[in-house]
């Protein structure tokens, strides 16, 4: 039997998030709409209560050391990370902006291009695993292979800490919080511990949960009400908004069939397992900050939301979505986005 994980270790059917789309269809009164003015008497009917809410507030992250996320981000924009002192973690990864890029493929080393479209470093921490294909456990495992992959630093731990050694200022600050001094393991550790620090808190949404109605636009309210009845929540949940299973793409039709031109990094989780199960599975992203990191999917292939929306809908669910929910659906997406260290993420100075 095919199967979906949820998280390390618990497998479930892979028809959990269609069996789950119908328990939360049929818990939750459908919300139809004949007008294009929103009746305020359904708006104002969608509250919620958290004691019963898929989607839960985010949280700012707690008990990290402040000097390791001061010195992990120093190393998060250093280029001498990269073989040839031209990349950073930030130059796929851009903090001032989304976590990410805008790239369908972001650059990569010799003219080439990354293999699939960056995912935000923002909230990466809650993911149960890293990348869309899941290779990667937590956030060390995850600079591990940013350092060795030919595309993007194409280097050696060796020569990262050779580099560093030569840097009075990190050796002072690598010995005041490490005893150990330059190691690799420390560095995956300060960059990791800055990576955890990355929560985009304070939402509109969020503050919604929490009890400010008026927080999102009544449209938002309605878009989340059909997020739930339409099943989208049955792999976006939490308050991570998903990133924590993974699920085939094209439960009801084949994604890749209709798109064509097929690539190795299609096969998703495969390409890790060598399981045919694995074919075309790929971690959920959190949508989080979907409204701000287009284009969407492991390819980078849909420019727009409401498209993302409906494609999903389709190949996810089975479900055609008229447009105008998919507009209230949307609505409710960008009253994800959080902020960053007091600012709205995105702010420009």
């Known amino acids: 039997m095919n199967h979906t994980v949820l998280n390390e270790g618990i497998k479930l059917p892979d028809a959990f998030p269609v069996i789950l789309y119908l328990l939360v269809s049929l818990s939750v009164s459908p919300v139809v709409f004949s007008d294009e003015v929103l009746p305020e008497s359904i708006a104002l009917s969608l509250q919620p209560d958290l004691r019963h809410e898929p989607i839960q507030p985010l949280r700012q992250a707690e008990g990290l050391n402040p000097h390791k996320i001061s010195l992990g981000e120093r190393l998060f924009h250093d280029l001498r990370l990269g073989r040839d002192n031209d990349m950073a973690c930030s ?13 369908a493929h972001a650059p990569g080393r010799d ?17 149960h695993r890293q990348f869309w294909d899941g290779h990667a456990r ?41 005893p150990a001094g330059i190691t690799a393991d420390n560095i995956r550790n300060a960059i990791a511990t800055f990576g955890r620090s990355l ?15 008026d927080a ?20 976006h949940q939490g308050s991570n908004v998903g990133g924590n299973l993974f ?15 097929p690539t190795r990094a299609d096969l998703g989780r495969f390409n890790v397992t060598g399981k045919a199960r694995d074919r075309h599975v790929f971690r959920v992203p959190s949508l989080r900050l ?29 479900r055609t979505i008229p447009g105008q929910d998919i507009l209230y659906i949307v609505a409710f997406l960008e009253s994800l986005p959080g902020e960053y260290r007091g600012q709205p993420l995105g702010y420009k100075p």
């Open 91 to 103: 130059s796929c990864h851009n903090i001032k902006d989304n976590g990410a890029d805008h790239y």
């Open 111 to 127: 003219g080439t291009t990354l293999d699939v479209n960056t995912l935000t470093v923002f909230n990466s921490s809650l993911n």
């Open 138 to 178: 937590n956030l060390e495992d995850q600079i591990d292979t940013v350092v060795a992959n030919t595309k993007e630093f194409a280097t050696t731990w060796p020569t990262i800490i050779g580099k560093l050694k030569q840097d009075t200022g990190y050796v002072h600050s690598f010995t005041e919080i490490y």
């Open 199 to 213: 929560r985009t808190i304070n939402s509109p949404f969020d503050r919604f949960l929490l009890g400010d109605a």
């Open 216 to 235: 999102i636009s009544p449209a938002a309210k309605v878009g989340y009400r059909l997020f739930k009845t339409y099943g989208c929540v049955a792999c």
């Open 247 to 261: 699920v085939k793409l094209g439960v009801f039709k084949d994604y890749f069939a209709l798109r064509r031109n």
């Open 290 to 318: 979907a409204a701000l990191t287009p284009p969407y999917f492991h390819d980078g292939s849909v420019t727009t939301l409401a498209e993302a929306v409906s494609i999903m809908a389709e190949h996810q669910l089975g």
